[in-house]
């Protein structure tokens, strides 16, 4: 459905995105991840027409992004990672607008979502908080009820149980066979809802894995309270866990995804008094991703 | 065309329009009445008075006896571009990279519409909105001078007037509507975009000032014909469509750089 080919796009800086490669099959959600000015946008830009690459193509339903961006347009929605309407419309005549320049008329879908995030678009935009552009953003993206999706950080400014709402709203198109490529830094939202992760780093991707396998190279952590610190490490130690002293009575020990039996096992040897775990987002994983690539270089 | 978009542009752009169509309005209302065939004598004394220099840099140094070319002459030698011209940087600049600048061009190009429609339509707003702007400036003269000077006004020649200065201040709509579509900073569109404006039309008014300085003025767009001859039958034609060809050429590019450039939005 969707086909990025030696995509590079360079910007007058040097930086950009290097020779991309990555296809989107129908029905599939694919995570787009990566820090502050790896590219993301960068790709999406690309995939929107808005920019012509250097080299390479990318295609939506065989169709050239560049070229043929209006046709596209008709089966696509997209939520800018920056949202900005026209200030001094009211919600409900941007929406009006949007249908009139999409030459629809149908705006049950719309209706559906307003009340799914409990939007009352009344009153200028340029009035409403960042949480409620943001929604606004995800009516205009979802109400045309496009094939495919693209979505640059769309949960940013919801509050936590709009993020749970939107999570089953990416659920429920994903069962009705959309393609969607999701742009995220919110780790539950990716887990929950993607197939397939990329993580790219300065313009190139660091991996391309599915979700599980994301999942099973996540490092997770521990503080637990053992009766006798120095003991609780040399037995961890022993096992090929990495552990450190926190403070006099607590100890941080690291398993990654794959071991967690195993570190169970390991703990059932010590007497604990306290076992936490410490959570952990999406950043974390992927800082651990780069780590593990500095030793391999 | 974008049906939809020139309506947005209309509802978004209509207070703007109204501002300047009623300062223009009510100044063709206010100089109207001043114009006194009997008093015109008395006009010429308070004339003599002034520096010449000032005179001519405000576009008033010709001697008049009729109403079609003190019209010409009060209205059309300054006003009718130098306070439109501010009318053409603000929406030129608000057409399209204002809208690149703050990235809500993404909502446009989100849609299954082509660039080149999407900026053929902001376009062709601004052309369009100087046409109404200039038909109801006409209507209101024309009104006006029915009122309080009945069969005074040379209609023909205050229309031919009219056509002209509306192509004067569409080729500065369409400089700044270029500048628009080529720089993606607000800042820098309207800063290029006026800068040249300003610079013509302050060679217009330098070189009526003083006869050694007249080649800054023929070198400027705003001094390539003179209203007052023009009301009194010389022929502009040439220059008319000098004004037409220079809109078509400023359009065309702006259309072509647009399609084309990287948009970061």
Same mark, same amino acid.
């Given at each position: 459905m969707i086909d990025v080919k030696n995509l590079t796009m360079i910007y007058p800086s040097g930086k950009g995105i290097f020779n991309l490669n990555f296809k989107v099959k129908k029905g599939e959600i694919l995570g787009y991840i990566g820090p502050n000015g790896a590219g993301k946008t960068t790709t999406i830009r690309a995939l929107l027409g808005f920019m012509k690459p250097n080299e390479g193509t990318c295609t939506i339903n065989g169709l050239d992004?560049?070229?043929d961006a209006p046709k596209i347009q008709r089966f696509l929605g997209y939520i800018p990672g920056e949202i900005s309407f026209f200030d001094d419309m009211t919600g409900y005549e941007f929406l009006q607008f949007m249908h009139e320049m999409r030459g629809l008329k149908d705006n049950g879908r719309q209706n559906e979502l307003l009340k799914l995030f409990d939007l009352d678009p009344k009153g200028k935009i340029r009035r409403f908080s960042k949480g409620m552009k943001q929604k606004l953003g995800i009516v205009t993206a979802f109400m045309h009820n496009p094939d495919v999706l693209i979505l640059d950080e769309p949960s940013s400014g919801l509050d936590p149980l709009m993020q749970i709402r939107f999570i089953n709203l990416i659920l429920e198109e994903k069962e009705k066979g959309k393609t969607i490529i999701l742009s995220s830094h919110i780790f539950e939202e990716v887990e929950k809802t993607c197939d397939n992760v990329i993580i790219i780093k300065e313009g190139k991707i660091v991996n391309y894995s599915t979700v599980q396998l994301l999942k099973k190279s996540q490092r997770k952590g521990f503080i637990i309270k053992p009766d006798n610190c120095e003991q609780a490490i040399q037995t961890f130690l022993r096992s090929n866990f990495i552990s450190n002293q926190? #403070? #006099?009575d607590s100890i941080e020990v690291y398993c990654s995804g794959d071991r967690i039996d195993e570190f169970i096992k390991t703990c059932a040897k010590l007497k604990l008094y306290n076992f936490d775990e410490i959570s952990q987002s999406l950043e974390d994983v992927f800082m651990q991703y780069y780590k593990n690539e500095g030793v391999q270089q | 065309m974008s049906l939809a978009l020139l309506k947005k542009d209309l509802k978004q752009n209509y207070t703007l329009f109204l501002i300047f169509l009623s300062v223009l309005v009510m100044y063709m209302l206010m100089m109207i009445p001043m114009f006194n065939p009997d008093d015109i004598n008395e006009l010429l004394i308070i004339l003599n008075m002034m520096p010449i220099e000032m005179l001519r840099a405000m576009g008033f140094s010709d001697i008049i006896t009729d109403l079609t070319s003190f019209l010409a002459s009060w209205l059309y030698g300054m006003l009718m571009f130098g306070f439109p011209m501010v009318y053409c940087i603000i929406l030129g600049n608000r057409l399209v990279s204002k809208m690149i600048d703050n990235n809500s061009f993404a909502y446009l190009l989100s849609t299954p519409n082509s660039r080149v429609k999407l900026i053929v339509t902001q376009g062709f707003f601004a052309l369009f909105s100087l046409l109404l702007l200039f038909v109801l400036v006409f209507s209101s003269g024309l009104l006006f001078s029915h009122l309080i000077h009945p069969g005074l006004l040379d209609v023909s020649a205050f229309l031919k007037l009219n056509i002209m200065t509306m192509l004067l201040n569409m080729v500065i709509i369409m400089i700044c509507f270029t500048s628009s579509c080529i720089f993606n900073e607000s800042r820098r569109s309207s800063g290029v975009g006026s800068g040249i404006a300003v610079t013509f039309l302050l060679m217009n008014m330098l070189g009526s000032s003083s006869l050694d300085l007249e080649i800054l003025k023929k070198m400027s767009l705003y001094g390539l014909y003179n209203p007052v001859d023009l009301v009194r039958g010389s022929n502009v034609t040439g220059i008319g469509l000098f004004f037409l060809g220079l809109i078509i050429l400023l359009f065309t590019i702006s259309v072509l750089i647009f399609n084309k450039k990287r948009l970061p939005i």
């Open positions: 992004c560049i070229k926190l #403070n #006099n | -």
